[in-house]
C-alpha cells in the first residue's frame, strides 16, 4: 500500500525558513505529479505549489519567489523549501501526490498526514 509520510514542520520567527519533507512509500511504478497545500485555522485548504513531472512548477501568489517545490524521484520524495516565511504562513502543510502504484492500472490521490508550520512575529 502506498503511503505518503511528512516531516519537517516547526516552530519559526518571521523571516526564518523551514524545509518540508513528504516520502512516498510502498510498492510505486510512477509518480504523476505533486502539490502541497495548507489550511490555516477556520480557513478552507489551500493550493500552494504544484509540480507536474515534466511540467513547470506552479505557485499561489502568496508564496511566489518565497517557496520552492521540488522532488527526488530517486528517493520517492518531494520537498518544499519555505524562505522569508511570515506569520500568515502559519498553517497546517498537506502532501499530495498523484501516483500510479506498481502492478496497477489506477491513479491514485494520496494525501500525507499533515504537519504544523508555526510562524512567530
Known amino acids: 500500500q502506498v503511503q505518503l509520510v511528512e516531516s519537517g514542520g516547526g516552530l519559526v520567527q518571521a523571516g526564518g525558513s523551514l524545509r518540508l519533507s513528504c516520502v512516498a512509500s510502498g510498492s510505486i511504478f510512477r509518480i504523476n505529479a505533486v502539490a502541497w497545500y495548507r489550511q490555516a485555522p477556520e480557513k478552507q485548504r489551500e493550493l500552494v505549489a504544484r509540480?507536474?513531472?515534466?511540467?513547470?512548477?506552479y505557485y499561489t501568489d502568496s508564496v511566489k519567489a518565497r517557496f520552492t517545490i521540488s522532488t527526488d524521484n530517486t528517493k520517492n520524495t518531494m520537498y518544499l523549501q519555505m524562505n522569508s516565511l511570515k506569520p500568515e504562513d502559519t498553517a497546517v502543510y498537506y502532501c499530495?501526490?498523484?501516483?500510479?502504484?506498481?502492478?496497477?492500472?489506477?491513479?491514485?490521490?494520496?494525501w500525507g498526514q499533515g504537519t504544523q508550520v508555526t510562524v512567530s512575529s
Open positions: 499530495n501526490a498523484n501516483i500510479r502504484p506498481r502492478y496497477s492500472t489506477i491513479d491514485n490521490i494520496l
Open positions: 509540480f507536474t513531472t515534466g511540467g513547470s512548477a
